[in-house]
Each structure stands twice: as structure tokens, then as C-alpha cells.
């Protein structure tokens, strides 16, 4: 599109308007797609969420072995894996040290939650 003395303006706006018009089918196309890639994400941190609830459930149903010496506390063993599972969910969720500190140590009495969470952290990298 050279802007010259004999260029119609008409051919010109044409030509602009095509370009404008092509831009923003790019735009929508990206813009589906980015819809599109945020809803699967969506669809896939609900169903990992699932499935460690579905794992801490698992593990708090068990019946708990006999008891041993847990992370720093008396729990029995069961409280203290089902304590690492709700530790990694809470950590999965970005809550903060001292939220998930309290929780887990108002669900599960007698384990040592500041430990729980460091070797949860350490063991996903967090």
C-alpha cells in the first residue's frame, strides 16, 4: 500500500479496512484460544483437587496402624498422612504458611505442623 500522489483514497480505505478486518480475526482466533487453554487448565486443577481430597479421604478412613512416633507429635500414623495430603493441597492452593500451619494443626491435634509443611514443601518443590 504505497501512499503516493496516485493512489485513490478510495483503494486506499479499502485496503485498510482489510487489514483492520484481518487483524481482528487474528485477535478473536487468539483470544478463543486462550479461552479454550484456560478452561482445560480450569478442568484439570478441579480434578487434581478431586482426586487429593478423594486421597485425604482415603487415608483418614483407614483404620490407623498401630501408633508410632510421628512428625514430631503423638498422632497415629493415618493422621499424619492424611495431615501430608491436606499440607499439599493447602501448599497446591497458595495458602499461606501460617493459615495452613493452623489448619492442619486444628485437624490434626498432636502432629507437629510446622514440620508436616516443611517436608510437604520440600518433597513438591515448593
Known amino acids: 500500500m504505497a501512499d ?3 493512489s485513490d483514497p478510495h483503494d486506499l480505505r479499502t485496503d485498510a479496512l482489510a487489514r483492520i478486518d484481518a487483524v481482528e480475526r487474528s485477535l478473536e482466533q487468539l483470544a478463543a484460544t486462550v479461552r479454550s487453554t484456560a478452561a482445560d487448565i480450569q478442568q484439570e486443577l ?10 485425604h479421604r482415603h487415608a483418614v478412613s483407614k483404620p490407623a496402624p498401630a501408633p508410632e512416633a510421628a512428625v514430631g507429635g503423638d498422632a497415629p ?6 495431615a501430608r495430603l491436606v499440607a499439599l493441597d493447602l501448599i497446591g492452593r497458595g ?3 501460617e493459615e495452613a500451619k493452623q489448619k ?20 513438591a518443590g515448593a
Do not use: C, K, Y
Open 46 to 55: 478441579s480434578e487434581v483437587r478431586l482426586s487429593v481430597l478423594e486421597m
Open 104 to 123: 492442619l494443626t486444628d485437624t490434626f491435634p498432636g502432629i507437629d505442623a510446622d514440620r508436616v509443611l516443611q517436608e510437604v514443601s520440600a518433597s
Open 95 to 97: 495458602v499461606g504458611a
Open 77 to 82: 500414623e493415618g493422621n499424619v498422612e492424611g
Open 4 to 6: 503516493s500522489p496516485h
